[in-house]
């Protein structure tokens, strides 16, 4: 380093990266020589007040993008063409009734009373079956099924339900892929139903999040969750498999731990022989008791088949600093340990879903 | 003494990161509230998205330093900080505050809560736009070089790119210059 250049120095001594050598050259250089230690202390304080200056205007510039986000109408229903049939449906069995209703005032001067229990029963039936459109209709709009999502779908992953009441854990970068953008979650259940989710908690150094659906009284199927999540680290080789979601049908996996570390030995991660792709993150890394031994979160160079997990000890310790109203009750007993691989898997499917991240 | 809960820390250090989850969560928590004081207390729409973007913008300053300490909670604090620079803007524009409607939540001296924190607020305000000034004056191609650099976040690769220089080396070299540059605009606007 050309230690002549004030700003250089400046620079590395900001950031830390000034050797124990060079620090105590510059000290004794700033005790002996007063021009230099006014012209360091000012470099010091532009550098850090530019920092200061540009990480507020970046925040300012979030905060007007919130708020524009925020004045947008809460919610637009889009009235896709898929609805326009039941609408239109609703709409006439509508108007029918409306007209038979009209006929029945109208012809009740000379009403025939065998005509009137018909005409009534069909009006019922009319009515019913309007309710019913209706209900579908509102089911459709408001409750469940293809609740189309905002707009075009920005990314997708693979989570994996925590407990059965709608809190699941996928990989942290699917939810915020660190552009900034506060997006929209759905996860898309095995009937096909969209549901919105939020998220509760999240580490971005282990790359983890936990979500809940908001739907009330959401279950991703009956009973609890049928696997438990498992701290301890697997041994070398173990045989592994994951389930997940790359398109929109769930895609079977296997392979092997091949080293207790993860990436750049990372020891919160595994390293996996296992082909995995885009769409996975999220997946559950599975052992041949059904014991869900951590997540899916990235991937290896292309032309390897690398995979890295993050065990699920990251996992539990998310669980355990949840935010206070919040707390998640992991289910203790594991009912995969005597099933065969397919039945796992078939009971796994259930409990696995893709995370689709809207833009708003 | 209030202690903010584990949660509330760790969403007030992703806030102090600029972290864009963080942010919108607290937003989405806390403006509806204030923003209905403020409609009630005679602000519009515009101003009052202003006044509480304002109040995060102390509290994003606040939670920079490590040691920052809140004795009350993000919402508390946010509300009294946002009422304090409504009834400062009131004042500036001479105009008398409405009624007060709900001051629960308030400490005891409520509305003149953290005027430290405010005071702070405006020093720094003011040496930012000296700064920003000082930017302006350092004339072409500095002035962009350092806010590509500073504001926008970009690396010297990209700023050797966009500027046209051969490698990041020769970029940082001529970041170097302007730095030289405005420092001795700066210190020299500053002791005027």
């Known amino acids: ?108 001067a000379k009403r025939n009373n065998a005509d009137y229990t018909v005409i009534s029963k069909q009006v019922n039936a009319i009515a019913n079956n309007q309710k019913n459109l209706n209900k579908i209709v509102q089911d459709s709009l408001l409750n469940k099924k293809p609740v189309a999502p905002p707009s075009d779908v920005r990314r997708t992953g693979t989570g994996v339900a ?8 996928t990989a942290y970068h699917v939810i915020n892929d660190g552009n900034g953008d506060g997006d929209s979650v759905y996860i898309q259940a095995n009937d096909g139903a969209y549901y ?41 080789g173990a045989q592994v498999y994951t389930v997940g979601y790359p398109k929109d049908d769930v895609v079977y996996s296997e392979g092997y731990v091949s080293s207790r570390n993860g990436y750049h030995g990372n020891k ?48 539990i310790d998310l669980i355990d600093n949840m935010p206070a109203g919040k707390k998640i009750k992991l289910p203790k007993g594991n009912k995969l340990g005597r099933l065969g691989r397919e039945d796992q898997i078939s009971r796994m499917e259930n409990y696995t879903f893709s995370v689709k991240v809207y833009k708003k | 003494m209030y202690n903010a809960t584990n949660s509330e820390q760790q969403l007030l250090k992703a806030l102090a990161k600029g972290d864009r989850v963080a942010t919108e969560t607290i937003y989405k928590q806390q403006y509806p509230i204030i923003k209905s004081w403020l409609l009630k207390n005679g602000s519009s729409d515009d101003d009052a998205a202003d006044i509480f973007q304002e109040s995060m913008v102390v509290l994003f300053g606040k939670v920079q330093s490590a040691d920052f300490t809140l004795t009350c909670a993000v919402g508390t604090y946010l509300f009294s900080i946002s009422k304090n620079l409504w009834f400062k803007r009131l004042q500036q524009q001479q105009r008398e505050p409405g009624r007060l409607y709900d001051n629960s939540g308030d400490d005891e001296d409520g509305g003149i809560a953290y005027e430290e924190d405010l005071n702070i607020h405006h020093e720094r305000e003011a040496h930012f736009n000296q700064l920003n000034s000082a930017l302006d004056q350092i004339g072409e191609p500095c002035r962009s070089l350092l806010q590509a650099f500073y504001h926008k976040d970009k690396s010297m690769q990209e700023i050797a790119a966009d500027f046209g220089y051969t490698n990041p080396e020769n970029a940082k070299t001529q970041k170097y210059k302007c730095l030289t540059r405005l420092r001795k605009l700066f210190y020299t606007v500053q002791a005027k």
Do not use: C
Not at chain 1, 162 to 169: H, I, K, S
Not at chain 1, 276 to 298: C, K
């Open chain 1, 268 to 315: 919160n991660q595994y390293t996996l022989e296992l082909p995995a792709g885009h769409g996975q993150s999220g997946s559950p890394l599975v052992d041949a008791h059904g014991n869900i031994l951590g997540i899916l979160t990235a991937i290896g160079k292309a032309g390897e088949s690398n995979t890295y997990a993050v065990g699920s000890e990251e996992v």
């Open chain 1, 1 to 108: 380093m050309n230690t002549n250049n004030v700003w250089e120095l400046a620079e590395a001594y900001l950031a830390g990266t000034l050797t124990a050598a060079q620090d105590a050259e510059l000290r004794s250089r700033k005790e002996t020589d007063e021009v230099f230690a006014a012209e360091f202390n000012d470099s010091i304080n532009l550098i850090n007040s530019l920092h200061g200056a540009g990480k507020q205007k970046r925040f300012r510039n979030m905060l007007q993008d919130i708020q524009l986000q925020q004045a947008k109408p809460k919610r637009i229903i889009n009235f896709t063409p898929a609805f326009w049939r039941t609408a239109a449906v609703a709409a006439t069995v509508a108007l029918v009734t409306s007209l038979i209703n009209y006929s029945i005032i109208n012809g009740s």
């Open chain 1, 162 to 169: 925590l407990t059965n009441d709608g809190y699941f854990v």
């Open chain 1, 196 to 236: 919105k989710a939020f998220m509760v908690n999240y580490n971005v150094e282990s790359d983890l999040a936990i979500l809940k659906v908001e739907k009330k009284n959401f279950q991703f199927n009956k009973g609890e969750v049928p696997y438990t999540f498992v701290g301890t680290k697997a041994a070398l």
